[in-house]
């Protein structure tokens, strides 16, 4: 007499309920409690699928999921990698009613369209070689979390910062750890101006409807730059569409942006809000030390031999383009060209050829050693901001005072140009440069507290 297909998997279940209370893991009441209405919904060579009552059941059978894990693979003699999901009956309920064999063979032939496919994620952007320091701590430990348990806290993850700090590292380290962890899971990492143009052509060709269940079929979706979608209205309704499904099924969203949510011109109300309701952390410029410990980082990578390098060298590099981490790299790569063109003696690189190399690159004054970053900092600081706040798109009256403030002494000590200030305050126009000047030079005329600040901070600065 045949077994069928739900017989044998109830056999199994209550054999490693068995399993448990003999290897005295789950005591008899948490069994009967907790594990009286879970099942085993599916288990191939590869995975196995848990199905709880509620979350609260989904809670405390996780936390024993290592030894249901081993007890299956113990008990069928599964071959090892072998991994479990754990759902809820809620969610179980929502994935039958939209996987109808018509959708998966949607999402059969959408899997072999290359226009579909998700753009690539760079192996060597893992948590591993990512510099952590306190310009980012708060948002890598964020991505880690998430790594570690998609889908289950801080959904979605909204990461922002201005360009080159390593937002897309963050996000491309968490597809490469799930990767790793979860062979089995699908992840999906794009550019918000790439998936207008995969929306488009996805139109084009009447397939907008696989092109949504295929992304609607991936465990965890990273997307970079969502600010460039401000403004596409069909791209948001479809987005929308693609980003409630993944939530409600508890899947992983993942969003990385040079400003929060709330401060991007033309994106809709409800994409907002629904980016708010997770949790946001940014990411500002690196102080000195991480400046630092990335360069080293840059420099051993790149095959260089760091001993090669003077240590005052480094040092001169860290401080003056510590702006983000693309502004390292530039500096290192002209360094090591103006090296081996012009240092006749070869050997390892001296400080004066780092100086010379970037005498006319570096934005430093030659005065007083200063640099945009250590002013934004400084007047951060004395507000009791972020740096992020500082130089973002926030226009309360402290912030935007600060802002002010720290723009009028970056022209007033450095004497740099309107546009190069900035560029080092999230590409503001010269404009806009030139008028928050002038409206400090104004208020010192009649505001002695003002005077009284700009003395305290530029006390903090050059000291």
Known sequence: MSINKDQYLSDIWKRVINYLLEHQNVSPEIIDTFFHDTYLYEINDQKAIVVTPNIVSREIVGHQSDMIQAALVDLLDIDAPFFMEIIQQSELSSMQKKMTPETYEMIAEAEDDPEFQSMPIQPDRTFDNFIVGDCNRESQAAALACAYKPGTAFNPLFIYGNSGLGKTHLLMAIGNYVKKTYPTKKIYYIESLKFVDKVVKAIQNNRIDAFKQFICSMDVLLVDDIQFLAGKEKSHEIFFSIYNELFNNHKQICIASD??????????????????????????????????????????????????????????????????????????????????MFQKDGGSIKFETVVNALKNQAVVSDKTGLSPNKIIKCVADYYGLTRQQVTGKTRTKNIANARHISIYLCRKLLNLSYIRIGDEFGGRDHSTIISACMKVEKQMKSDSAMNTALEEIERLIVN
């Not at 409800?270 to 360069?295: M, Q």
């Open 259 to 340: 400003r929060q949510p709330k401060e991007i011109k033309g994106l809709e109300e409800r994409l907002i809000t629904r980016f708010s309701s997770g949790l946001s952390v940014g990411i500002d410029s690196p102080e000195f030390e991480t400046s630092l410990a990335i360069l080293r980082s840059k420099i051993k990578n790149s095959g260089n031999d760091i001993s090669d390098m003077d240590e005052q060298g480094l040092a001169y590099i860290a401080s003056n383009f510590s702006g983000n981490v693309r502004d390292l790299e530039g500096a290192w790569n002209r360094v090591l060209f103006y090296s081996i």
